[in-house]
C-alpha cells in the first residue's frame, strides 16, 4: 500500500481540516505532521508528500519557509504538491481561489526555492469566537474592507469542499 505524508502549518486548524478530508478520500496510509514541531523529516517512506499552509495577515508563517529550506532536496525528489488556506480564496468569482489569481501564492513561489508542481488554493473559515480581542478586532477590520462577514458571533466555514475533492483527485494521480 502507498503511503503519503502530510505536513501542515496551521493557527486555527482549517488547513489541518482539509488534510484530514484529503486523507479519507485518499487510497493510502497518511501521516499527518505540524511542520512546527519537526525540523526534518525522512521523506523516504512515502510516495507522496503535501505540505499545506495557512494565511494569517497576510503572511505564511516563517517557519514554512524554513522548513523548505532544511528539506528542500526531499521536497525535490518527491511527487510533492503545496496546498495554500487563505480567506481571500473565498472570492472564487474573482480567481483568487487559482494559484494563477492568488497573490499569496505568487509571493510564496517568489520566496522559496521549492517550485510544485501541483499547488491548491482553498478559502478557509473565520471563526471569531475563538479569536481573542485583537486578533478578533483586527479580522473584523480586513474582513469589513473586503466585503466579508464582520458579525463577530458568527463562524463561517468559506472551504470549497469540491474542489478539495478535485484537488485529492489530481494529487492521487500525480
Known sequence: MSK???LYSSREGQTKKILHTLQQ???MECDIIDLHLVDQVDFAPYERVLVGASIRYGHLNKQLYRFIERNLDQLQ????AFICVNLTARKEAQGKDTPEGSAYIKTFLSKSAWQPSLIGVFA??????????????????IMSMTGGETDTTKEVEYTNWEKVRLFGEKF???
Do not use: C, S
Open 77 to 80: 525528489q518527491h511527487k510533492a
Open 4 to 6: 503519503a505524508l502530510f
Open 124 to 141: 478557509g473559515a473565520l471563526r471569531y469566537p475563538r479569536y481573542n480581542w485583537f486578533d478578533k478586532t483586527m479580522i473584523k477590520f
Open 172 to 174: 492521487k494521480n500525480m
Open 25 to 27: 478520500q485518499l487510497d
